[in-house]
C-alpha cells in the first residue's frame, strides 16, 4: 500500500533540480517537486499549495480542503493504534 502524506510547500530550493521545502506536520523536509512542475513554468508558483508527499516526491497538488480532511483522518488512525497498544499491553 502506498500512502501520500499532505504537506504545505513553504519555498523552493533549487530551481534546477526541482527541489522544494515542504512543511508536513510542522517539520520541514526537501522534495522533489518534479512531479508537478510544468515545463517552463516558475516552480514559485507553487509555495504555498498543498500536495501529497511519497518517498521524497510531491506526487500531485491538492486541494487544501482535502489536506486537512487526509491529516485529520492520519491522526485518527494514529489515535486508533496507540490504544489498541494500550489494550495489548494491558493484557500481558
Known amino acids: 500500500m ?3 502524506i499532505p504537506g504545505k510547500i513553504v519555498s523552493i ?7 522544494g521545502m515542504v512543511d508536513v506536520g510542522g517539520i520541514q ?3 522533489n517537486l518534479s512531479c508537478i512542475a510544468t515545463e517552463g513554468s516558475d516552480l514559485s508558483q507553487h509555495v504555498n499549495s498543498w500536495v501529497l508527499v511519497h518517498v521524497g516526491f ?3 497538488v491538492i ?4 489536506a486537512q480532511s487526509t491529516l485529520e483522518i492520519l491522526h485518527e488512525l494514529g489515535q486508533m493504534q496507540e490504544e489498541m497498544l494500550a489494550m495489548q499491553e494491558g493484557e500481558s
Open 2 to 4: 502506498c500512502l501520500g
Open 13 to 19: 530550493t533549487d530551481t534546477e533540480q526541482q527541489l
Open 29 to 31: 523536509r526537501a522534495v
Open 58 to 60: 510531491a506526487m500531485s
Open 63 to 66: 486541494s487544501e480542503a482535502e
